[in-house]
């Protein structure tokens, strides 16, 4: 949708766009060249990047991400929305090219709406999710970029779809899309666990982009928490990464002098091989008696 835009390229007696591409004749490109080369030779490529995640568990889908929005070295926005609604129960995070972001959310709306209108009821996680990679399928190779985590309750529970504009499609219980999710991704492998208190998954969250945005050049800006629950979605909170940082710091600072009190206070217990590694060390030398005496001198005269 929104190469064509670029292209300026309508198809002819149709309404609406063809699921067939037109020939290389039927682009706004030079004459004689292909519309995919052209694009991939001469398009820009600027560098941009982003922090997104999502995870399942027992209340629900947790989507936390962060706002700015970077075009190569240049800061677009810094207070940017990159979890979108699509409906009451259902969240989308947007990772990759955000004008194909926002158009392709548009559609997936569109469809859903008529879907509701056509069935009686919206379709569930699963099927929406099936239904935007398929939709996006048809323009592979063309620089799409749309990187999406799905996160909605239906009538099986808290499900969670990662999308990619090439027609990848993967169910799973975390997810963290961008150029900050390695680092997105140390934090929540070492504190996840589906059992967690609500409480607790706002705080992974957080700690998770906050690191993130830390590391990683491209993001920054603030912290958006998402919680969809059974009832429906609900925004959270907005918080500063910088500041969240710093607080995150100052927690595990104390954290660790309280331990080294505690060592201190208690110390470790000898183990059974230190204590006769000990003994190998440390020998008392026994007294010499005279009939030891006796004997030492019966050897060296023998």
Request: charged share 20%; proline share 5%.
């Amino acid at each position: 949708m929104a190469l064509q835009d670029v292209c300026k390229w309508q198809t002819p007696d149709t309404p609406r766009p063809s699921v067939h591409l037109p020939q290389a004749s039927g682009w706004a490109v030079p004459r004689g060249c292909d519309p995919q080369t052209f694009l991939q030779t001469h398009g820009p490529r600027l560098a941009h990047g982003t922090t997104t995640l999502a995870f399942r568990f027992r209340h629900g889908v947790i989507a936390a991400a962060d706002t700015r929005s970077s075009c190569g070295s240049y800061v677009a926005c810094p207070a940017s929305r990159k979890v979108i609604p699509v409906h009451q129960h259902l969240l989308g995070t947007t990772s990759g090219t955000s004008a194909d972001c926002v158009t392709w959310y548009r559609v997936l709306r569109r469809e859903l709406r008529l879907r509701e209108l056509r069935e009686g009821q919206l379709p569930s996680v699963a099927g929406t999710a099936k239904l935007f990679a398929a939709m996006m399928f048809r323009y592979r190779g063309l620089d799409l970029c749309v990187a999406t985590a799905l996160c909605g309750w239906d009538h099986s529970g808290p499900a969670l779809f990662y999308v990619y504009s090439d027609g990848t499609c993967l169910q799973g219980d975390i997810f963290s899309v961008g150029s900050g999710s390695p680092y997105a991704y140390g934090v929540l492998d070492r504190s996840y666990h589906y059992d967690m208190t609500i409480q607790e998954a706002y705080a992974l969250a957080r700690c998770a982009v906050a690191h993130a945005t830390h590391r990683d050049a491209y993001s920054g800006g603030s912290v958006d928490l998402f919680h969809v629950r059974e009832s429906g979605w609900e925004y959270v909170s907005r918080s500063d990464a910088c500041v969240l940082y710093r607080e995150l710091q100052k927690v595990r600072g104390l954290e660790q002098e309280l331990e080294a009190k505690a060592s201190r206070v208690h110390p470790e217990p000898a183990t059974p091989q230190d204590a006769q590694g000990s003994k190998e060390l440390f020998v008392e030398q026994e007294e010499v008696t005279p009939e030891d005496c006796a004997v030492m001198l019966k050897t060296e005269t023998m």
